[in-house]
Nanobody, 128 residues
């Protein structure tokens, strides 16, 4: 069983920055693919970024956040981060951390159904 706890959300003005953190329990963190997703009101949950486990160390981003968001992980702390810069009003959403403990293929990192565990979410609100 893996528990994920997000933190770091809040209210920020457009152009500002926030850093989200996701602390994971369990022994599978190092090998798991960790992802960030978001869901705005009335919209489906969408992929934001992912970082594969220690054997490959690859990162993936949605086109909408490339160049503005950075995902990173600290395996010693079982924590994954999402640094968000140049925030826009359209980034407003609940952000969720997710863990794929037995990743099969990097081609699946954008699919929510591929992830086994989810955090409770943290609200990010960007005011224009």
């Amino acid at each position: 069983q893996v528990q994920l706890v997000e933190s770091g959300g809040g209210l920020v003005q457009a152009g500002g920055s926030l850093r989200l953190s996701c602390a994971a329990s369990g022994r599978t963190f190092r090998s798991a693919t960790m992802g960030w997703f978001r869901q705005a009101p009335g919209k489906e949950r969408e992929f934001v970024a992912a970082a594969t486990g220690w054997l490959s160390h690859r990162t993936y981003y949605a086109d909408s956040v490339k160049g503005r968001f950075t995902i990173s992980r600290d395996n010693a702390k079982n924590t994954v981060y999402l640094q968000m810069n140049s925030l826009k009003s359209e980034d407003t959403a609940i952000y969720y951390c997710a863990s794929d403990v037995v990743p099969a293929s990097d081609s699946d990192v954008q699919l929510p159904n591929n992830y086994d565990y989810w955090g409770q979410g943290t609200q990010v609100t960007v005011s224009s």
